[in-house]
């Protein structure tokens, strides 16, 4: 794609003073940024955050508490509580990331389609980044999150994780923990 990723690892966020995630976090998109000046190049920030759906750590939400923080997430979306209830409940026992992700992969979809609509991987950088004066930025309309678009991305996920349990990736990745 011609992107030069900048990446970082979840762990780097761990602080125990408030604040300090978000400024590593800058930084890290400043760098991406100057990618972009120096280099001319797309860049992106990505964290590593594997182990997020393979382990869980410390105390634990109980349904209640993620049918409330999940709403939380998606009230903007016009999700209503009810909704969230009955995607909570197709999906039990998994962790917050989850249903997060669930949000994310279909804003991944979208751009998806924005990318292809607007001349592919291969033209994006010149779409983006080396267009004329008078030439306006294509524009990316967010998706309508619905019930089914978020049931779609879960399923996809689950598939994804009983995909790494039989390749046992998971055990892989963490095998210097103890069993």
Not at 18 to 23: Q, V, W
Not at 33 to 48: R, T
Not at 78 to 107: C, M
Not at 129 to 136: A, F, G, H, V
Request: hydrophobic share 35%; aromatic share 6%; net charge negative.
């Amino acid at each position: 794609m011609g992107i030069e990723p900048v990446i970082m690892s979840a762990g780097e966020l761990e602080s125990e003073r408030a604040g300090e995630p978000g400024k590593l976090i800058r930084e890290r998109y400043r760098t991406a940024s100057q990618v972009v000046q120096n280099q001319g190049k797309m860049s992106c920030l990505m964290i590593n955050d594997i182990d997020a759906g393979l382990g869980r750590f410390g105390e634990q939400p109980n349904v209640e508490d993620i049918v409330n923080i999940v709403h939380r997430m998606y009230e903007k979306d016009g999700i209503s509580k009810d909704e969230v209830i009955s995607i909570v409940n197709k999906f039990p026992n998994q962790a917050l990331d989850f249903y997060g992700a669930l949000r994310s992969r279909t804003y991944d979809r979208s751009i998806s389609k924005w990318v292809d609509d607007i001349g592919g991987v291969e033209n994006l950088g010149d779409k983006l980044l080396k267009r004329r004066k008078n030439e306006k930025l294509p524009v990316f309309t967010p998706p309508k999150q619905t019930v089914e678009a978020l049931l779609e991305s879960g399923y996809s996920l689950l598939k994804e994780q009983q995909l790494i349990m039989e390749t046992r990736l998971s055990k892989e990745y963490m095998k210097n923990i103890d069993d």
